[in-house]
Nanobody, 113 residues
Framework: QVQLVESGGGLVQPGGSLRLSCVASGIDFNRSGLGWYRQAPGKQREFVAQ???????TYVNSVKGRFTISRDNAKNTVYLQMNNLKPEDTAVYYC???????WGQGTQVTVSS
């Protein structure tokens, strides 16, 4: 059974930082590409970042230079370090295994003063 469990969301002031984690089970983690998506209220889910097995990463333009995706294969965990957060980053953030229909339950990130 595939499980993706996100954590690390919360309320943070503009300019602050958060680190999201996603622990995966039931997949071949080392060979899997992992991604982060987000969905703001009233908007469609959008791509944020992804990382492939060899460490190749891509980001949506709006987070480049502020967010960093990484992975720890020994812990079956993918991270999203988010710095200099802005109110427009407010959303539910989801972890996914790329090229699958496997998603986590999401973690809420709220950026507000």
């Amino acid at each position: 059974q595939v499980q993706l469990v996100e954590s690390g969301g919360g309320l943070v002031q503009p300019g602050g930082s958060l680190r999201l984690s996603c622990v995966a089970s039931g997949i071949d983690f080392n060979r899997s590409g992992l991604g982060w998506y987000r969905q703001a209220p009233g908007k469609q889910r959008e791509f944020v970042a992804q990382i492939f097995g060899r460490g190749t990463t891509t980001y949506v333009n709006s987070v480049k230079g502020r967010f960093t995706i990484s992975r720890d294969n020994a812990k079956n965990t993918v991270y999203l370090q988010m710095n200099n957060l802005k109110p427009e980053d407010t959303a539910v953030y989801y972890c996914t295994q790329i090229y699958s229909n496997h998603w986590g339950q999401g973690t809420q990130v709220t950026v507000s003063s």
